[in-house]
Every structure is written in C-alpha cells, then in structure tokens.
C-alpha cells in the first residue's frame, strides 16, 4: 500500500492529495522564504485523526508540517526537508465551547478571528476575544502559539498569555493536555499552579507535536469605550510619549503606524512616500471605563500628556476618533473595532513580509529611528507597527514590506530584512515569528546552553525527528 | 476570444493568499462553494490565482492532476465580492483564462467537451434537436419585431416552463416580439474555456438578430444575458441593440402599467435567490425585487443575498462534471431558504432552477422563476 493509500485509509480519499496544484500552492507563502515541495497533503477532522496521521507517519519516519487556515508567513508551514506532508486543519474548525463564567473559550485550529468574532457577538454578546492586525481568517490557535500580538497586548502582552491550556498530539502519538482541564472538561480555566508545559508548544512552531484544542481567554467588553488618534513626530518623541501613557494604565490598545499606513487605509495608492512636514506615526488609541466617569477622567488625563508633549513637538495632535471617521470614512470605525479589517492595504501586491521583534523598552525609539533608514536605503514604504506591549514592559515594532514577487524584489527584500535582523540582534531583539534564516541568526547571538536545552527537549519529545524538521534552524 | 490581452499576465504580481475571499467579509460565513467542499487551499479563488500565475510563469508543468482544481469552481463570482485587492474584479476572468489555457495545453474535462461538440453539431450543449425558429410557427409570432426574445438553451430544450410563461407575459403586455433562429450564446462554452466555436455562433446570432430588424433583446436566462451583454462586447461581437433581462422588461411593464398583478387575499411567502449571472456578474438586484414587491406575496430575504448569495452550485460547468458537489451546493442554497419560511424559492435563471430544485426534497418548496410567478398574477 502506498504512503497516500495509507494517509487515505485514516482520513478518506477526498482528503488526501498528492497533486500538482496542491503540492506547488502549499510549497510557499506570502513572504520571501524560499519554496519547497511537500510530497502530500492531508486534511484531518478530528484529534482521533491527527492522532492516526502522527503514529503513520511515526512507522514510515515522514516528516509532518502542520498548517491552519492558509495566511501562512515567515515560512512557517513550508517544509524543511524533502518529502514533508502538510497536515491542514482548517476542518477542524469548531468553537467546542464558551465558558462565561471561567470567560474562556475552546476552539480547535481551523476557527479564525473573524468566526470567534462572529460567534461571540451572536450568542455571548457581553465578551470579546482579542484580534491581530491579520487577515479576520487567521487561525486564532496559530498566533497564539506563536505569540503574535493582538489588540489587548498593549494590556496584557503577546498571545500566548491568553492560553489557559491545550490538547495536543505529542510527536510520538499520544494525545496530551495541559493546564487545569486535566482534571476534565469544563475545566480549563488556567495554567496554574501546575509545571506550565503551555510553554512546551508555544513559539516552538509545530516542532513539539500538534496542537487540536485550546482554551482561551476571553474578557467582558467594556461599557464605556472611546478611540483616539494621535499624531506624533520623531521616533524618540513618540516612543516617549507611548510610554508615558501605557505606564499611567490610559490605555487597552495602542497600536501606532508610519503615518504611510494611514495614508493606505484613507485609501491612496501605492507605493506610499512620505511628505516633508507630515506625522510620523498615527497611534490609534482605545481607552475605556466602567463608569463614564472613570472613561472621562483617564480622556483628561490622555489630553494633558499630549498638551505637555507639545513643549517639544506643538505639532502632535490628538483627536477623537469621530474626527477621524467624519475625515476619512466611516469604515474607520472597523480598524479600531476589528483591526484584522485594515489588513487589506497590505493586498496590494503578491508578497508581504516583515521583521518583526519584541525589544526591550530602552531599544526602542533607536530600533525604529535606524530601521527605518534601513528601509528607506532599499526604497520600500515606510511601513512600521509598533506597540507597547503588557503595560510597558517590552514593545514590538515591525517593518512591513508589501512586494511584486520577483526575482529582484525577493533578492532585495531578503538583504533588507537581514539588515533590519541585524540591527534588532544588535539591539537585543528577539524576532518572531521566526523564519528559519532568521532563527539561525539568533542561534548565532543566543546563550548555546538555551539552544542546546530547546534541542534536547524536541529530541526527547520526537525521537524520530519528524515534527517539522529543520523548523528554527534546529 | 479575439483578445490577445491577458487577465493572468495583467495581474501576475496579485494575491498575498489572505483568504479574504473565502468568507463573506465581515459576516464570515463561507463565501466560497468550491473551497468550502474540497478545502485544499488550490479550490479557493487564492489558490486559483496562484496557480494561473505559476502556469503562466513556467513554475509548474500542465498535467492532468490540475484539471480538478481548476474545473471544480462554479465561476459564481462570491470570491471577487470579498476581496479587498485591487485584483478584486478579475478573479472570474483570471479562472476563464486559465481554463482556456488548459483546454489549450492538456484538453478539457470531458463531459465539457461533450457540451462543446453539441454546440457545434445541435447548436445547443443539451445535443437537442435544433427547433427554435418552429417557436414562431407554434406561438404566432411574427418573422419580424421590435423586441427579440432570446430564449436559451436551458429555457427552450430543459426548463421549458420558463421560456413558455415568459412568452405568455410577453403576450399578455402586448410586446412586439419574435423568436430567432439562436444558436447557443456559449456561455457554457466561455465559462469552460473551449473558446474554438464561439465567434461564429456569437456571430450567427448577431446576424440572426439584425435579420429580424430588432431593436431589444430579451432573455429570461440570466447567464445568456451576461454573455450577450459582457462577453460579445469582448469578442468583437456587436448586437447593435439594448440587451434587456426579463426582470428589467417585467419592471419596465409594471411601472408603465402594461401589467397590472392581480392582488390576492392569501399571500404565499416566497424567498428570493439571486442568480450570479445575474447579479455578481450584472449587478442587477433591485430589478426582481421590484417586481417581487408588485405581487401579492411576502419576500423574506435569506440570510445570504445580492453580492453575498450563496451561490446555487449550477454554473461554471460545475453541474455537468461534478454533479454530486453541485447539488450539495444547491442543498445549502436550499437549507438557507427553508429557514425564512418561504412557501416559494424564486429565481430568474433556468441553470438555478433547475439545479436548486436538484437540491430541494420532494416536500421541500417549489423553485419558480419569476416570470412563472408574474404570469401567475397577470
């Protein structure tokens, strides 16, 4: 019997495939990584499934390459090795329950952002999950595993901080949980006190087995909510005035933009160049309250730092986000509300990629004051993100850069994607969402003895080696 | 088609793979027949488009593993109503091109190939005795008029009942109209990229329209009016005259009062499904429920309609080669009627008709179309 034969026999003929189209669209993302070919496709439905896939591809040593909901990046989900199967999970896209007591929900892979919003909105109106400045079809399992950043991280941090537990399939098979639900369902209201093995999945990219449920945080929507926009100039200036106002716990959500990005969303064409005498950064601000009193104290608040500010910059400018709206278009409101809905100005092109990190407080105003010269030598748009993450005490910034997918462009968007990982390894940045190039220099700054430890851990877990092979440069 | 112009080349450099187009935007419920049934990333309209690109920039070989993805999409345009890049409105036309880049490297599906050697011999894909120009002797009608009725090949050989109550309509408004010896407009043949025989068939037609003197056409199926109004143009085909859909002409005839519905005590509640020729393609959504709101029924909207309908699974050459995938599709269509309570499914395109009345259970409501419904009242 063939390798497919057998995938078939676990999964049904339907969901296996060995095509040509397939094969090729699945070798590749969005981003500059370079392609490989994976031998098979398989699209399991159930944990039962994945198990079945794990222990197969134990017996025949095939390398597996998990893969969620399609808006892969960094490489991700391309494989490492010859002859990998993707394992796709978008059919396992229930939300299995919503806790609105424990304020959690469990999802499996395939549920995006968009699903949970909608979800939520229809039969739990009173709560929220919190949303990325990704597609609204990113899998929601997949960026917390990969602690990407969202719309509450201001406030509480990267996503992973949201996990209160899992159910995976360990690379050798055996379907494991962790967090409070081992002791059963409806039980998965933390992580502690327990030996917090979350943090044997998460930032390991697939290399530890395959994550098939997860419970996650939800929080109550606040009663009284209001957005601002805040106009900034200079990098230094406007990290220092970030950082005054996230430490005085004003603000839920801070996320700033080249103001090249704000010109996108109002709708002008690309390629995006900056104007002399313009804001640097747009920062959209979400402040809120349980009583309006409480909403309007930290408003005045937020308005005296600004006014305070302006002894050095009389040009920063705050405004109500009704301001902006009225000025640009009331689909405004969808990029505070839902931020994955701004995600399309970064359509314009077939290649989309960034550096993105998380750095210390200090490094950042220079991390983005020589970033951006680095993207400015190469000619691409000005397109920094940047936030203040969990109350100030790190931050991210990313340089977006949106491409035509050739030859040339991908030559240049690697060399400036490297300079810009040099600077932040220089600055002490740790990179996310890491592609493996990437990792690799890392590996090359880091402590060997964390390295050695990452090894030996995925060596004990996945004796045969066949969880996503070569992923992190390991 | 004539034009050396091409759609993939044009936007070779488009599609980050956001998934976009695989859900309604902001509502999020599935947008996509295609995808939603096979759900490899190739059966969405992303992993379409990067398929055309790779084909056309020499990064993946033609072979007949690719026939399925690029086949098994009903070209219902739900994909280019969702996406938010600038490549949004050629994701149909990017499909059409790489599948005639396929008929042209490796061949077509066969049962597409059997649709296409009908056209050419029966000059219909059914492989149906050519009799249209009898419908003259049969109804009356004169050799020359005003207004040509273009009947499809659907309505005048499948779904008979459309092509003969949009004749009563037409009859009873007092329309100065004849019937033309058509041939097949070819969308079948457009929609699967066997380009060979279009030109000349869209040319008899032209020519067959002209010879009856006639300053209107009018069709009762939604995809003949699509390609008589959008795909002619592209070939170099010039009809000369106003290509009107039936649900156009029936507001048209309402408003100036040539037909006056008669109100009834009991209301039958009907739901409304928008065909994708008509409405993606066209744009044309207020026009049937114009009409709809001048009959003695109650319109309950489904919970997908106008650029988001779900799609009824018939088009794209999806009913004649995947045929079970098809009438699931339909089903959902079905099931998304069913919940408004409509006693009534109503259409105003022979290709939904017959496909969702595939889909519906033997107690499940009738599919009408809309000129059935008219001629009801009138």
Same mark, same amino acid.
């Given at each position: ?123 739990? =109106? ?173 408003? *005045? ?169 070569? *992923?992190?440069?390991? | ?24 935007? *902001? ?247 928008? =065909? ?103």
């Amino acid at each position: 019997m063939s390798l497919k034969e057998k995938f078939e026999r676990i999964v049904g003929a339907d969901h296996v495939s060995d095509g040509a189209a397939e094969r090729y669209v699945y070798s590749r993302d969005m981003t500059e990584n370079p392609p490989r070919t994976p031998q098979l496709i398989v699209m399991p439905s159930t944990t039962e499934e994945v198990q079945q896939i794990v222990r197969l591809a134990n017996e025949e040593r095939v390398p597996l390459v998990p893969f969620a909901t399609g808006q892969s990046v960094g490489g991700l989900t391309i494989p490492q090795v010859n002859d990998a199967v993707i394992v796709d999970l978008k059919r396992m896209n229930k939300i299995l329950d919503v806790d609105e007591e424990g304020m959690y929900m469990v999802v499996e892979p395939g549920v995006t952002f968009g699903h949970v919003r909608k979800y939520l909105d229809e039969n739990h =109106p009173g709560l929220r999950y919190t949303y990325a400045i990704s597609s609204p079809f990113t899998s929601v399992i997949a960026n917390a595993l990969l602690q990407g950043l969202c719309d509450l991280s201001t406030r509480y941090g990267a996503m992973a901080e949201f996990i209160n537990g899992l159910e995976a399939v360990l690379p050798t098979g055996e379907i494991v949980r962790v967090g409070s639900a081992i002791l059963g369902d409806d039980n998965w209201f933390g992580r502690y006190p327990l030996p917090d093995l979350v943090g044997l999945f998460t930032g390991w990219q697939g290399m530890t087995g395959i994550v098939t449920k997860m419970a996650l945080q939800l929080w109550p929507k606040k009663p009284f909510t209001r957005h601002f926009a805040l106009f900034t100039f200079g990098d230094f200036m406007t990290t220092d005035l970030l950082k005054q106002i996230v430490r005085a716990d004003l603000a839920d959500d801070a996320g700033a933009l080249s103001f090249s990005v704000v010109k996108g969303l109002i709708g002008m064409p690309a390629p995006i160049e900056a104007i002399e005498g313009e804001p640097d950064y747009g920062t959209f601000l979400t402040l809120s309250g349980v009583t309006s009193l409480v909403l309007d104290e930290k408003v *005045r608040l937020l308005e005296r730092m600004v006014n305070s500010s302006k002894v050095k910059e009389p040009k920063n400018l705050l405004i109500p986000f009704e301001a902006v709206a009225r000025l640009m278009s009331e689909e405004a409101y969808g990029w505070v509300d839902f931020p994955s809905d701004s995600f399309k100005q970064l359509t314009e092109y077939d290649g989309l990629t960034w550096m993105g990190t998380y750095i210390h407080t200090k490094n950042w105003g220079e991390a983005l004051f020589k970033g951006r010269k680095i993207v400015e030598k190469y000619g691409y748009e000005l397109m920094a993100f940047l936030k203040p993450m969990k109350g100030m005490h790190f931050c991210e910034f990313k340089f977006i850069i949106r491409f035509e997918r050739d030859d040339e462009n991908l030559k240049r968007v690697r060399q400036c994607n490297n300079e810009l990982l040099d600077l932040a390894l220089d600055l002490k940045a740790i990179p996310y969402k890491t592609p493996v190039w990437s990792a690799k220099k890392l590996h090359e700054r880091a402590d060997p003895n964390f390295i050695e430890l990452v090894r030996r851990i995925r060596d004990l877990l996945d004796p045969h080696g066949i969880m996503n092979p070569g *992923r992190w440069g390991l | 088609m004539t034009s050396d112009e091409s759609v993939i080349e044009q936007w070779l450099h488009s599609c980050v793979r956001c998934s976009n187009c695989k859900y309604v935007f *902001r509502e999020y419920s599935p947008s996509c027949p295609s995808g939603e049934h096979f759900g490899f990333e190739t059966y969405y309209a992303s992993g379409r488009i990067w398929l055309a690109q790779a084909l056309y920039k020499g990064e993946l070989e033609w072979e007949v593993s690719l026939l399925d993805p690029i086949f098994a999409c009903t070209t219902c345009g739900n994909c280019e109503s969702q996406c938010l890049a600038p490549h949004s409105e050629h994701i149909v036309d990017m499909i059409e091109e790489l599948r005639a880049r396929a008929v042209q490297e490796i061949g077509g599906l066969p049962s597409h190939i059997r649709f296409r050697e009908n056209v050419v011999q029966y000059h219909n894909p059914y492989g149906a005795e050519h009799h249209n120009r009898n419908l003259v002797e049969t109804y009356g009608l004169p050799l020359q008029a005003e207004t040509v009725y273009f009947v499809g090949c659907t309505s005048n050989y499948r779904e008979t009942q459309i092509r003969d109550a949009t004749i009563s309509v037409l009859k009873k408004a007092g329309v100065d109209f004849t019937v033309v010896d058509e041939y097949c407009c070819c969308s079948p043949l457009i929609r699967t990229g066997q380009l060979d025989p279009v030109n000349e068939a869209a040319q008899h037609n032209a020519d067959a329209i002209r010879a009856a003197g006639a300053k209107r056409i009018i069709t009762s199926c939604s995809g003949c009016y699509r390609t008589l109004s959008r795909d002619y143009p592209k070939l170099g085909v010039d009809l000369g005259v106003e290509v009107v859909h039936i649900t156009q002409l029936l507001k048209e005839l309402i408003d100036k009062g040539a037909i006056v519905p008669k109100q009834t005590e009991h209301r039958k509640i009907i739901t409304w499904h928008d =065909p994708c020729h008509l409405g993606r393609a066209m744009g044309i959504y207020d026009a049937p429920r114009d009409v709809i709101s001048k009959l003695p029924v109650d319109l309950v909207e489904m919970e997908t309609t106008r650029e988001n309908a779900w799609c009824c699974g018939g088009g794209g050459g999806a009913k004649a080669a995947y045929n079970d995938w098809s009438v699931e599709t339909a089903r959902t269509r079905i099931e998304q009627a069913l919940r408004t309570g409509a006693e009534l499914i109503v259409s105003a395109c022979p290709f939904c008709t017959r496909n969702l009345r595939d889909g519906s259970s033997e107690d499940g409501p009738p599919v009408i179309d809309l000129t059935e419904l008219v001629d009801r009242f009138i």
